[in-house]
Nanobody, 114 residues
Framework: VQLQASGGGLVQPGGSLRLSCATS????????MNWYRQALGKPLEWVAG???????TYADSAQGRFTISRDDAKNTAFLQMTSLKPEDTAVYLC?????????WGQGTQVTVSS
């Protein structure tokens, strides 16, 4: 199973980015997908995810600015981020869970700076 996160980069405050998490080796449909982030020197922080019943939930820091989505036909999850702030700077990682199995992607760096 592989999770490949991409789409990070350097963006100015107020800008937008769309992260992708392409998966392989897993039956994507029905797999719970989440996004986490980790800023330098800080603990891992959950950002957004799909609940087992399919509903979507967001951390307070992401609510109203970030949108998680998925394309089951492409085995890919997305995180659309808007109104980015310097405090959003972090490595963003995707996480997949299917049954008792859990998988992590390698992360993509997002830097919000002017």
């Amino acid at each position: 199973v592989q999770l490949q996160a991409s789409g990070g980069g350097l963006v100015q405050p107020g800008g937008s980015l769309r992260l992708s998490c392409a998966t392989s080796g897993i039956m994507f449909s029905g797999t719970i997908m989440n996004w986490y982030r980790q800023a330098l020197g800080k603990p891992l922080e959950w950002v957004a995810g799909f609940l087992p019943e399919g509903n979507i939930t967001y951390a307070d820091s992401a609510q109203g600015r970030f949108t998680i989505s998925r394309d089951d036909a492409k085995n890919t999850a997305f995180l659309q981020m808007t109104s980015l702030k310097p405090e959003d700077t972090a490595v963003y990682l995707c996480y997949a869970r299917r049954g008792t199995f859990q998988y992590w992607g390698q992360g993509t760096q997002v830097t919000v700076s002017s």
